[in-house]
């Protein structure tokens, strides 16, 4: 076994072991190991994008026929305006229904960006399919964003 010396602060020579020295150098390096690291996963940023956010979209006015055969799919057709501009876009549906009734909320999406086509975004006749339909009058209930219901029916024969 090898001996060095160091000086300590008195200036006097204190021995230490190449042991206890490679010790002391593992522990070094793995503490710089880790302060690179963290340095370089601090500077690693989630690049953010436009802010999306979503909402309810007004539907003024739905057309259905006045009855179906209880064959037939019916089809739900719905008029509004989606928003001003092309940030505004249609989402999805999110629709309940049982054997008589069918609650539907149309969503939209509105995506923040800093530049927008100057276009009205609308539902334009959108189709909703509903099938199967039962022999009844069957209720469609669609849900405004002020919490409003428009609602319509169809006689399934």
């Known amino acids: 076994m090898s001996r060095?010396?160091?000086w300590g602060l008195d200036e006097s020579p204190v021995i230490i072991s190449d042991h206890t020295i490679m010790v002391m150098m593992k522990r070094n390096f793995i503490f710089l190991l880790l302060a690179v690291v963290l340095t370089a996963l601090s500077g690693c940023s989630k690049t953010t994008g436009p802010e999306v956010s979503y909402f309810v979209v007004k539907v003024d006015s739905i057309t259905v026929p006045d009855s179906i055969s209880r064959s037939d799919t019916l089809k739900i057709r719905l008029y509004g305006t989606i928003g001003n501009n092309?940030?505004?876009?249609?989402?999805?549906?999110e629709a309940t229904r049982d054997s008589y009734k069918l609650n539907l909320t149309v969503w939209g999406k509105h995506v923040d960006n800093d530049v927008a086509t100057m276009v009205m975004v609308l539902l334009d006749g959108a189709e909703y399919p509903v099938y199967p339909v039962y022999p009844n009058k069957f209720k469609i209930f669609i849900r405004q964003p002020d919490s409003s219901i428009l609602s319509d029916s169809v006689m399934v024969q």
């Open 4 to 6: 060095s010396y160091i």
């Open 86 to 93: 092309g940030n505004y876009s249609f989402d999805r549906y």
